[in-house]
């Protein structure tokens, strides 16, 4: 054991074990393209399944009210276990939480059991790991307020740690689902005033904008089942926006809802939503043009600046020194 302790608190090993790391990490990461096969066709595969999960529900739903389908993937035992025993849904489980968790694209008791599993072991497995780095191996010269001050810290980020993570992904989603709109749209419009119903808009739009964004495709998809099997159609519309979390989706939800309600046209609505959305995306690509030049001059200032002035004085100071 000590040796163990002594071989983790030798700087050169903690060193090389941060170099591999680091060099395992570089070659994954341009490998996976290499070995990730087509995500597009894995997506649109996962969906046509969970559609075909719900026709089962809706049908086992009309046959017999009391049978109940699972329509998700089981979580692990031990996830489920840990969570069932702690009443970790009580504690650390809150609406806000299964939102985002609907937002991020996991979806189903097993993502909820996923997410709370892991709410409680970051911070206790942080905490643990500061605690043996700051007071059995002592790395570092730190006072003691100071390495309980770590520890602390180091609880508080695992705590924080999921909800980052679910919030990079959400960020991530919506930008494509952004991107993609305005497209999808037209696309939409399109097939509308060629006489389409709005499901077969929908999957057909799904299947085109898939090469553009994967999220949105995913989304439509599971519209298209829900306007199929959904007793009322508005239900699915809500969840589309609630899904996206996007604004201009809730908007097109919106009108489709009132479209629905009082009959009237769908293709203009559309029409106006698409330019919007077109006008907002323009809008946001103006406001990062604009930002761009306060960005560049801190680097400017940095690195360029330095530069451009030892090219213009090295000259006259070798001229200096040689005439010297």
Same mark, same amino acid.
């Given at each position: 054991?000590?040796?163990?302790?002594?071989?983790?608190?030798?700087?050169?090993?903690?060193?090389?074990?941060?170099?591999?790391?680091?060099?395992? %990490?570089?070659?994954l990461? *341009?490998?996976?393209?290499?070995?990730?096969?087509?995500?597009?066709?894995?997506?649109?595969?996962?969906?046509?399944?969970?559609?075909?999960?719900?026709?089962?529900?809706?049908?086992?739903?009309?046959?017999?009210?009391?049978?109940?389908?699972?329509?998700?993937?089981?979580?692990?035992?031990?996830?489920?276990?840990?969570?069932?025993?702690?009443?970790?849904?009580?504690?650390l489980? +809150?609406?806000?939480?299964?939102?985002?968790?609907?937002? %991020?694209?996991?979806?189903?008791?097993?993502?909820?059991i996923?997410?709370?599993?892991?709410?409680?072991? &970051?911070?206790?497995?942080?905490?643990?790991?500061?605690?043996i780095?700051?007071?059995?191996?002592?790395?570092?010269?730190?006072?003691?307020?100071?390495?309980?001050?770590?520890?602390?810290?180091?609880?508080?980020?695992?705590?924080?740690?999921?909800?980052?993570?679910?919030?990079?992904?959400?960020?991530?989603? =919506? =930008?494509?689902?952004?991107?993609?709109w305005?497209?999808?749209?037209? *696309?939409?419009?399109?097939?509308?005033?060629?006489?389409?119903?709005?499901?077969?808009?929908?999957?057909?739009?799904?299947?085109?904008?898939g090469?553009?964004?994967? %999220?949105?495709?995913?989304?439509? &998809?599971?519209?298209?089942?829900?306007?199929?099997?959904?007793?009322?159609?508005?239900?699915?519309?809500?969840? *589309?926006?609630?899904?996206?979390?996007?604004?201009?989706?809730?908007?097109?939800?919106?009108?489709?809802?009132?479209a629905?309600?009082?009959?009237?046209?769908?293709? =203009?609505?559309?029409?106006?939503?698409? =330019?919007?959305?077109?006008?907002?995306? &323009?809008?946001?690509?103006?406001?990062?043009?604009?930002?761009?030049?306060?960005k560049? +001059?801190?680097?400017?200032?940095?690195?360029?600046?330095?530069?451009?002035?030892?090219?213009?004085? +090295?000259?006259?100071?070798?001229?200096?020194?040689?005439?010297?």
């Amino acid at each position: 054991m000590s040796a163990l302790l002594a071989t983790l608190a030798d700087r050169q090993f903690l060193t090389s074990l941060l170099v591999a790391i680091a060099v395992a %990490a570089t070659v994954l990461t *341009l490998a996976m393209p290499l070995v990730g096969g087509d995500r597009l066709q894995r997506r649109m595969k996962a969906v046509a399944l969970e559609r075909e999960r719900i026709r089962q529900r809706e049908r086992a739903r009309l046959g017999a009210a009391n049978q109940r389908v699972n329509l998700r993937p089981a979580p692990k035992p031990y996830m489920k276990e840990v969570v069932e025993r702690l009443n970790l849904s009580q504690w650390l489980g +809150t609406e806000t939480a299964k939102a985002k968790l609907t937002m %991020a694209g996991y979806r189903g008791h097993s993502a909820e059991i996923n997410f709370l599993f892991f709410r409680l072991v &970051m911070p206790i497995g942080l905490c643990v790991i500061a605690a043996i780095y700051m007071f059995v191996l002592q790395v570092g010269h730190f006072p003691g307020l100071v390495r309980i001050g770590i520890v602390i810290a180091a609880t508080y980020l695992g705590i924080k740690l999921p909800e980052l993570f679910l919030a990079n992904v959400i960020q991530k989603r =919506q =930008q494509s689902i952004k991107r993609a709109w305005p497209d999808a749209l037209d *696309l939409m419009l399109i097939c509308v005033e060629s006489s389409m119903s709005i499901e077969q808009a929908f999957r057909k739009v799904s299947q085109e904008v898939g090469a553009q964004s994967i %999220a949105l495709a995913e989304e439509l &998809m599971l519209t298209t089942a829900e306007l199929s099997y959904l007793s009322e159609r508005r239900q699915a519309y809500e969840n *589309l926006g609630a899904r996206t979390g996007v604004e201009a989706v809730k908007n097109v939800t919106t009108a489709l809802i009132q479209a629905e309600r009082y009959g009237t046209p769908i293709g =203009q609505a559309l029409r106006v939503l698409s =330019q919007e959305s077109r006008d907002m995306r &323009m809008n946001e690509a103006e406001k990062k043009a604009a930002a761009l030049p306060p960005k560049l +001059t801190v680097p400017m200032i940095l690195f360029f600046l330095p530069v451009l002035f030892v090219v213009i004085i +090295t000259p006259a100071l070798i001229q200096v020194f040689k005439w010297q």
